[in-house]
């Protein structure tokens, strides 16, 4: 159980930022806080403060202009799956929530607490890693309140690590409205039930006006060591590729030899990134009625 001397809750930026001035380091920030029940062993040794930004109205925005959607770090898991805006214009987040733990635990988690605990197996991740999404962090300067955008590719650094500095935080996650687009989401762990990832996978498929040709493809990968990957090289081979059978079977030789860097279950991760490579292919080009038989 977590245990805190003093909870607070803030209901503004300017005011956020004055409790963790007043606060030093002895704080946790948080809104959903699934991810801090999961890691609490010793609620004796926890920092002493709680600052709740779950209030904080700014970062529970959803907005789409000019081709692009703006979700804030408040945003629940379930939204994903609720929201007509967010399901209309990012599907393929949709596709990973309902795989994400179960309705309970979704009504509390958030997008920002997700990236924020950086898991090498953080479901939200490898979607937002294919839509290029952009995270907008904020942090107080002398006179003002900063904000920063920073690719998801360079957001994570590891393991639990994030580029985060100190006292900056997420604000909002930025996405391209990918219209016409096939998704998947794939994912495998120990157990079907509440089931935390071994491997997961996101995959967006766009084809030509002939539906002949692929004309975009993205494919990410969680769990296959401590970054998250996208398969470049196979995503370069495919566009303005033949839509085939035998095209999408050619590129498992393409999948790097060095993909899992994870230290444990090394060959069967290799095997799952080879079947996940094929099935959300097969699966994501179903999705805008093209099968191939």
């Not at 003093?6 to 956020?16: H, V």
């Not at 970062?59 to 967010?86: A, H, K, M």
Request: aromatic residues 8%.
């Amino acid at each position: 159980m977590l245990q805190y001397i003093d909870y607070y809750m803030p209901k503004s930026k300017e005011d956020l930022f004055s409790l963790m001035e007043n606060n030093g380091n002895s704080f946790d920030i948080i809104s959903g806080g699934t991810d801090l029940y999961a890691k609490e062993n010793n609620s004796f040794h926890n920092p002493k403060f709680a600052i709740d930004i779950s209030s904080i109205e700014d970062f529970s925005i959803i907005e789409s202009r000019n081709n692009f959607i703006t979700f804030g770090s408040n945003t629940r898991i379930q939204q994903f799956l609720e929201d007509p805006e967010l399901t209309e214009n990012v599907p393929l987040m949709k596709h990973a929530a309902i795989w994400f733990a179960e309705q309970q635990i979704r009504e509390m988690a958030t997008v920002g607490g997700n990236l924020a605990n950086a898991s090498p197996t953080g479901d939200m991740i490898p979607p937002l890693l294919a839509m290029d999404a952009v995270i907008h962090t904020i942090m107080k300067s002398e006179k003002d309140i900063c904000k920063t955008d920073i690719p998801i590719a360079d957001f994570i650094k590891g393991v639990g690590k994030t580029s985060l500095s100190k006292g900056e935080i997420i604000d909002s996650i930025s996405c391209p409205i990918l219209k016409d687009y096939g998704c998947a989401f794939k994912k495998v762990g120990l157990r079907r039930s509440l089931c935390i990832s071994t491997v997961n996978s996101a995959f967006l498929v766009k084809a030509d006006k002939t539906g002949k040709y692929f004309e975009d493809v993205r494919i990410a990968f969680g769990g296959v060591g401590p970054l998250p990957a996208r398969l470049k090289e196979i995503e370069d081979k495919l566009k303005g590729s033949l839509i085939s059978k035998d095209m999408i079977h050619e590129m498992v030789q393409y999948i790097p030899c060095d993909i899992v860097q994870s230290r444990s279950r090394r060959e069967y991760r290799k095997t799952v990134i080879r079947n996940f490579l094929l099935d959300g292919l097969y699966e994501s080009l179903a999705e805008i009625n093209i099968v191939l038989k």
